[in-house]
């Protein structure tokens, strides 16, 4: 989500709980980045072995791309279901550029869920993944990871998207 976008020379903020940085508080530096996690784009003749590659060579966490709500072929679900019991982190992310996941809507999302697939909401598929590589640099521990990746710690996802908001255009 835009924080703030420049209006003819003005800084205009577009968040309500924008808090400025705290020019007395030290600075904590988390670099470590796994390079373990990875971002999949999900087609209709998607070959499973995909992501089994991703298991079976010790990555840490896969970001699916799904279609519209959070959706990816149930011809997936064996190979996803293996990654998850492997100790893979598996999250969901949307395709469509405005894209809110609502993962309950079908059977097919409903079932992802079932299966441990964690849902991102309308964070961007290349924020979670960046987030997801910075969370596993931090630690090793699956809930731990999971608790992290949903928490909003520079908005990078919203409560609600508003297409207008989001945008700007129709004001």
């Known amino acids: 989500m835009p924080v703030a976008k420049l209006e003819e020379g003005t800084l205009a903020l577009l968040v309500e709980d924008y808090e400025r940085r705290d020019r007395n508080r030290r600075l904590t530096l988390s670099p470590n980045f796994s390079e ?3 971002l999949v784009k999900f087609y209709p003749s998607m070959d499973p ?3 089994e590659w991703y298991v079976d060579n010790g990555f840490k966490g896969i970001v699916l791309e799904g279609t519209g709500l959070g959706h990816v072929g149930s011809f997936l ?19 469509c550029i405005w894209g809110r996941l609502s993962m ?6 409903r079932d992802l869920l079932a299966l441990g697939v964690v849902p991102l909401e309308d964070m961007l598929a290349e924020t979670a993944l960046v987030k997801l590589m ?8 699956v809930g731990e990871a999971k ?3 949903l928490t909003n710690i ?18």
Do not use: C
């Open 104 to 109: 309950e809507v079908y059977y097919t999302g």
């Open 154 to 171: 520079a908005h990078e996802f919203s409560p609600r998207t508003v297409y207008e908001e989001a945008t700007g255009y129709g004001r």
């Open 49 to 51: 072995g995909i992501l």
């Open 77 to 95: 679900f064996p190979s996803i279901k293996k990654a998850i019991e492997n100790d893979l982190i598996v999250a969901m992310t949307s395709q």
């Open 36 to 38: 373990k996690v990875a």
């Open 147 to 149: 608790k992290l990746l």
């Open 134 to 141: 910075w969370i596993l640099g931090q630690t090793k521990d």
